[in-house]
C-alpha cells in the first residue's frame, strides 16, 4: 500500500512539472525568438540578473495565490507557496536553457556571464507561463459532456479530424505569424546543422503531446478516447506536427521569407525553426476547440 501511495505522489509530481514546463512554452516561446532579447541577457550586469530573478519571484509567488501550475491554493504565508514558487521558476530556467541550446544561442563557446544572462532574461516568461498554466488552459469545460452517444459520434469522426486540423492551423498561425517575418528564423537556420534539426523535430513532437495528452489541461481524457482518422496520440501529434511545419512553410513565403525558386533544403531549415512555435500554438489551438 505505501509502495501504491509513493507511485501516486511521483505521478502526481511528475504530472505537475510538466503541466508547468507546457504551460512554460506557451507563454514564453515567442520571446525565445526574438535576438534583442539575447542581446539584453548577453550585456546584462549582475545586479540586472538579480532584479530579474526577485521580479520573477514576486510575481510568481502572487500567481501561485490564486492557482499555480499544482492546481492548488495557498495562504499568503504558507512555506508551500514559496517552494512551489521556487520551482516555477526552477522549471522555467531548465526549459529556457534547453531551447536555448537546441537554438544554438548557448554554445560551449559561451561565456558563463553571457549564458546566465540570456537564461535569466528569456525564463522570464517561462516562469510566468508556469504560474499561467491552469489559467491559460485549465479543464473549464462540463463534465456532463462525458455522457454524449458514441454513435454519434462516430458519425462525426470526420467532421472532428477537420476541427482538429482547423484548430491546429488557428493554434499555429497566433503563435508563429509574428515569428515568421523576423530575421531571428534565418539566423537560426543559417547555424542549425542535420544533428539539430532532428532534435527540433523530436522537441517539437514531444512539447505538442505532453500539452494536449499529458500535462492535464482541458479535457485531456476525452481527447484520448475521441475516435476518428488520426485520433489516436501518437497519430494525430504527428498529424499536428505536418499541419504545423505547413502553415510555416505557408508565412514564410507569405512575407517572402522564402521563395519557389530556393533550394528545398533552405525551405526544410527555415520551416523546422519556425515549426517548433507553430506546433506548441497548434497543440494549444486543438485544446481550445
Given at each position: 500500500?505505501?509502495?501504491?501511495?509513493?507511485?501516486?505522489?511521483?505521478?502526481?509530481?511528475?504530472?505537475?512539472?510538466?503541466?508547468?514546463?507546457?504551460?512554460?512554452?506557451?507563454?514564453?516561446?515567442?520571446?525565445?525568438?526574438?535576438?534583442?532579447?539575447?542581446?539584453?541577457?548577453?550585456?546584462?550586469?549582475?545586479?540586472?540578473?538579480?532584479?530579474?530573478?526577485?521580479?520573477?519571484?514576486?510575481?510568481?509567488?502572487?500567481?501561485?495565490?490564486?492557482?499555480?501550475?499544482?492546481?492548488?491554493?495557498?495562504?499568503?504565508?504558507?512555506?508551500?507557496?514559496?517552494?512551489d514558487?521556487?520551482?516555477?521558476?526552477?522549471?522555467?530556467?531548465?526549459?529556457?536553457?534547453?531551447?536555448?541550446?537546441l537554438?544554438?544561442?548557448?554554445?560551449?563557446?559561451?561565456?558563463?556571464?553571457?549564458?546566465?544572462?540570456?537564461?535569466?532574461?528569456?525564463?522570464?516568461?517561462?516562469?510566468?507561463?508556469?504560474?499561467?498554466?491552469?489559467?491559460?488552459?485549465?479543464?473549464?469545460?462540463?463534465?456532463?459532456?462525458?455522457?454524449?452517444?458514441?454513435?454519434?459520434?462516430?458519425?462525426?469522426?470526420?467532421?472532428?479530424?477537420?476541427a482538429?486540423?482547423?484548430?491546429?492551423?488557428?493554434?499555429?498561425?497566433?503563435?508563429?505569424?509574428?515569428?515568421?517575418?523576423?530575421?531571428?528564423?534565418t539566423?537560426?537556420?543559417?547555424?542549425?546543422?542535420?544533428?539539430?534539426?532532428?532534435?527540433?523535430?523530436?522537441?517539437?513532437?514531444?512539447?505538442?503531446?505532453?500539452?494536449?495528452?499529458?500535462?492535464?489541461?482541458?479535457?485531456?481524457?476525452k481527447?484520448?478516447?475521441?475516435?476518428?482518422?488520426?485520433?489516436r496520440?501518437?497519430?494525430?501529434?504527428?498529424?499536428?506536427?505536418?499541419?504545423?511545419?505547413?502553415?510555416?512553410?505557408?508565412?514564410?513565403?507569405?512575407?517572402?521569407?522564402?521563395?519557389?525558386?530556393?533550394?528545398?533544403?533552405?525551405?526544410?531549415?527555415?520551416?523546422?525553426?519556425?515549426?517548433?512555435?507553430?506546433?506548441?500554438?497548434?497543440?494549444?489551438?486543438?485544446?481550445?476547440?
Amino acid at each position: 500500500m505505501a509502495t501504491k501511495r509513493q507511485k501516486d505522489v511521483w505521478k502526481s509530481e511528475i504530472n505537475d512539472i510538466i503541466r508547468g514546463a507546457c504551460g512554460g512554452f506557451l507563454f514564453g516561446i515567442p520571446l525565445l525568438y526574438t535576438m534583442e532579447v539575447w542581446w539584453i541577457g548577453s550585456r546584462a550586469k549582475p545586479q540586472l540578473m538579480m532584479m530579474a530573478i526577485a521580479f520573477m519571484f514576486i510575481v510568481v509567488y502572487l500567481l501561485n495565490q490564486t492557482e499555480g501550475f499544482r492546481k492548488r491554493r495557498y495562504s499568503w504565508l504558507a512555506p508551500q507557496a514559496a517552494m512551489d514558487t521556487v520551482e516555477a521558476i526552477a522549471i522555467g530556467l531548465a526549459c529556457s536553457t534547453f531551447v536555448l541550446l537546441l537554438l544554438r544561442e548557448l554554445t560551449p563557446e559561451t561565456s558563463l556571464k553571457e549564458s546566465l544572462g540570456k537564461i535569466i532574461f528569456e525564463s522570464v516568461p517561462f516562469a510566468l507561463g508556469v504560474a499561467l498554466a491552469n489559467q491559460l488552459l485549465g479543464d473549464s469545460r462540463n463534465s456532463n459532456a462525458e455522457g454524449q452517444d458514441t454513435t454519434s459520434n462516430q458519425k462525426d469522426q470526420l467532421n472532428g479530424t477537420f476541427a482538429d486540423v482547423g484548430g491546429t492551423l488557428i493554434g499555429a498561425t497566433i503563435i508563429a505569424f509574428n515569428i515568421a517575418p523576423t530575421d531571428e528564423i534565418t539566423m537560426l537556420a543559417a547555424a542549425a546543422s542535420p544533428p539539430w534539426e532532428l532534435a527540433m523535430i523530436a522537441t517539437s513532437l514531444l512539447i505538442s503531446y505532453g500539452i494536449v495528452f499529458q500535462a492535464g489541461f482541458s479535457d485531456q481524457q476525452k481527447r484520448r478516447e475521441q475516435k476518428g482518422i488520426f485520433q489516436r496520440p501518437s497519430s494525430e501529434t504527428i498529424m499536428s506536427y505536418l499541419v504545423s511545419l505547413l502553415a510555416s512553410a505557408f508565412m514564410l513565403w507569405f512575407f517572402q521569407k522564402l521563395s519557389f525558386s530556393d533550394p528545398w533544403t533552405m525551405w526544410l531549415d527555415h520551416t523546422l525553426m519556425l515549426g517548433l512555435p507553430a506546433t506548441i500554438g497548434g497543440a494549444a489551438g486543438r485544446l481550445a476547440i
